[in-house]
């Protein structure tokens, strides 16, 4: 045989078993016979230099050339991914993704590996180069690196033209070994392999066993796939590795399962219903993980959707990525001092050394209360690490270094920083009781005014602070009383500044017909805000004067029975109800005509035939499908919803397959009504209302 046969021959057998070892994880053949053929070729080569191909098995030892990375464009958009840092906004993600789709869908979860990002183009079949990503556009160059990576195939089982992104990273194991053994060690195995990548010596590179997975594959000519396990089971096909740990979900486990196994692909299968497990089962298997992954990615199968969703210029929006931890920062404490809400709960703010956290400014951050305070050691002075937890709300995650200050622990004053009323504890929260206080009447009149409540345009903090300050406004019933032309007086309102009162007068007169349960919202009353309201007055207490009269009686019963609304929750807003604050705020509403019953859209007023009576709606109906149409007649007729059966429930209208409820009526002596009942009681009612239309014409 001839050298260039021969070097042929070992060309193709070191390949194979390079790639039987670093892509597929076994050995074909021992360490003595793959050295033996490396080095018989590595000669033939030395000898015939003409010989060397590219994607030769000896261009993994890299060489002592100096390269200097020059910059490449992409010739795909090397895109990022938007994140998340909850496993309930992943989950929400999901359900949006799907709600927004017609498509039938299926996901893949992979993980998110913690190592260098890299393009890797081949032509005809031959990595003809390796970038980073760069600004995604535009990448370096660092092919001959990225060779020494023997995972990285040379040259593919087909002559395709492809576009390869993947994830070089690091083992665990391997990082600890040789950073042990390194001058000025490297913080995490990621950072290792970056700066290996970046090395201008590709022997140097060829020293750290770096590997890669891949997770998407962009070929210049149509493969007439139609999802990402295709493109995933491809991928593998051509030589790569493909991460082995990835999920795959679709609408039954089974099916998962079978679609997963004909891409040949390793990986769980599930329903969606195993999506949350999933999750957990990652996050925990994580610290026995080979190497370092940051986080988990959940992709849209199907590459027609994907089209569909498209992409920001960021990120695609058929991807998500959780990430473990919440963005940190290091900052530091330059005071705390204390807020006063509207209920007069002091919340202590921090406010801090001005940082830069994922693209937003951070100056104030808030402590919660004393225990959270406590929890930290936190003291004015001290070195901080700071969060963005979902990536909204700033939090002070530890103390990385005290004050030299001298200063402890951060105390909670004893009085209201603001009327000086001595401070209370209720459970972990401090409160000033002074409800006169301030800002707590200033704080009652913005939470009035602001959008969600009475949403009224003109009336932010600012202007609320000054008609306040201004002795104009000190309660919200004046809000309606007073003469907004005295504001002309005042810099900034007077002048052509006159339109902003015009539109501020316009904007109170329209608030007179917010609805009703905007209203109720904007009383303010703790734990009764919209969900909470809804609920209350789809139950049937629509009108504030059976609310009140609910609270006459102290009638926590009737609330908590409500499906949605515990004990709780049931007590604090009947205790609100009888504040003496919001009944007189309910009277000054009332007067300023404020809509005091909810608004009813369902045609005429029936006779109130279940007028003081609950009724639990339970099992299926002919002629109510949902059964909440059978609640809906009821209601209309005056009746209240309870979500079970007690001593007290009026009736239970009970329709087929009726099952434990029917027992606890029969214990309780509740009275049990059939559906043919229940349409001979509202039918009379109807049948009533029409006689009434007939013996007054012209009433309609
Ligand atoms: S998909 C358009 N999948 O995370 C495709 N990225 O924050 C977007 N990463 O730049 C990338 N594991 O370096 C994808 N299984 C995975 C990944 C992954 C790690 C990295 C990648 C990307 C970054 C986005």
Redesign the pocket.
């Known amino acids: 045989m001839d050298y260039l046969s021969r070097a042929r021959e070992l060309s193709k057998l070191l390949t194979e078993y390079q790639r039987a070892y670093y892509v597929t994880g076994r050995a074909i053949v021992s360490d003595m016979e793959y050295d033996r053929l490396f080095d018989e070729l590595l000669l033939l080569e030395k000898e015939h230099p003409e010989i060397r191909t590219p994607d030769s098995p000896t261009q993994r030892v890299g060489s002592d050339l100096s390269s200097d990375f020059p910059e490449v464009r992409h010739s795909i958009p090397?895109?990022?991914?938007d994140?998340a840092y909850s496993d309930s906004e992943i989950l929400a993600w999901i359900r949006k993704t799907m709600k927004n789709t017609e498509q039938e869908l299926s996901f893949v979860l992979?993980?998110?590996?913690d190592?260098f990002?890299i393009v890797l183009y081949y032509e005809k079949g031959v990595l003809s180069r390796a970038v980073t990503?760069g600004n995604g556009s535009v990448g370096n160059d660092v092919t001959a690196n990225v060779k020494t990576i023997y995972a990285v195939p040379l040259r593919l089982t087909e002559p395709v033209d492809i576009a390869v992104?993947g994830?070089v990273f690091l083992k665990k194991s391997e990082f600890e070994r040789i950073n042990a053994t390194l001058m000025e060690p490297y913080a995490n195995p990621r950072n290792l392999a970056a700066g290996t990548i970046r090395r201008n010596k590709s022997s140097e590179t060829a020293q750290v066993p770096l590997s890669i997975y891949v997770?998407?594959g962009f070929w210049s000519e149509s493969q007439g796939f139609t999802d990402h396990i295709q493109i995933l089971s491809r991928l593998k096909a051509l030589g790569f590795a493909v991460?082995p740990h990835l999920s795959f979900f679709c609408r039954t486990q089974e099916e998962a399962k079978r679609r997963l196994e004909e891409a040949s692909l390793e990986g769980r299968a599930g329903s969606f219903d195993d999506i949350p497990a999933a999750i957990v089962d990652y996050t925990k298997a994580r610290a026995d993980l080979p190497y370092e992954i940051d986080g988990l990615?959940v992709?849209v199968n199907e590459l027609s959707t994907r089209d569909e969703l498209g992409y920001t210029e960021h990120?695609?929006r058929w991807?998500i990525?959780y990430k473990f931890e919440a963005p940190q920062a290091q900052t530091q404490i330059m005071d705390i001092d204390v807020q006063v809400g509207r209920t007069g709960r002091i919340t202590p703010m921090a406010r801090i050394r001005e940082t830069q956290l994922s693209g937003s400014t951070i100056r104030n951050i808030t402590l919660h209360n004393q225990d959270y305070v406590n929890e930290l050691e936190l003291a004015i002075g001290d070195t901080v690490a700071i969060s963005k937890r979902g990536d909204v709300i700033p939090a002070v995650e530890s103390v990385i270094e005290k004050n030299d200050l001298g200063n402890t622990t951060w105390k909670m004053p004893k009085t209201c920083p603001v009327c000086k009323a001595e401070l209370v504890v209720r459970g972990a929260h401090h409160f000033c009781p002074n409800h006169d206080c301030p800002a707590q009447v200033k704080g009652r009149l913005s939470f009035f005014c602001a959008k969600g409540q009475m949403d009224i345009e003109g009336l932010g903090p600012k202007t609320i602070e000054t008609l306040y300050e201004n002795g104009f406004v000190r309660s919200i019933g004046e809000l309606y009383s007073f003469d907004f032309n005295r504001l002309k007086a005042l810099e900034g309102f007077g002048g052509s500044e006159g339109k902003k009162i015009e539109s501020m007068k316009m904007a109170i007169e329209q608030s007179r017909k917010t609805p009703f349960r905007s209203v109720l919202v904007s009383l303010g009353i703790p734990e009764f805000g919209r969900k909470a309201v809804d609920l209350v007055c789809d139950a049937g207490y629509d009108d504030m004067d059976k609310l009140l009269d609910l609270a006459d009686r102290h009638d926590t019963e009737a609330l908590s029975a409500i499906h949605g609304i515990g004990e709780v929750t049931a007590n604090l807003i009947i205790d609100g109800l009888n504040s003496e604050e919001i009944r007189i705020l309910v009277e000054d509403l009332r007067k300023a005509g404020l809509r005091m019953q909810d608004e009813k859209d369902e045609g005429p007023v029936l006779e109130q035939i279940f007028k003081g009576q609950s009724w639990c709606v339970t099992g299926s109906f002919e002629n109510f499908n949902p059964r909440s149409k059978a609640m809906d007649e009821i209601k209309r007729r005056g009746g209240t919803e309870v979500s079970g059966v007690s001593r007290k429930t009026s009736c239970l209208l009970a329709g087929s397959g009726a099952g434990s409820k029917m027992e606890k009526a029969r214990e309780f002596g509740v009275r049990i009504v059939t559906e043919e009942e229940f349409l001979r009681m509202i039918g009379s009612s109807e049948a009533k209302e029409e006689d009434k239309a007939e013996e007054q014409p012209g009433l309609f």
Do not use: I, N, Q
Not at 78 to 81: A, F, Q
Not at 110 to 113: F, I, S, Y
């Open positions: 090397v895109l990022s991914l994140k992979e993980e998110k590996l190592g990002s990503r992104r994830e997770y998407e991460d990615v992709k990120h695609p991807a990525a």
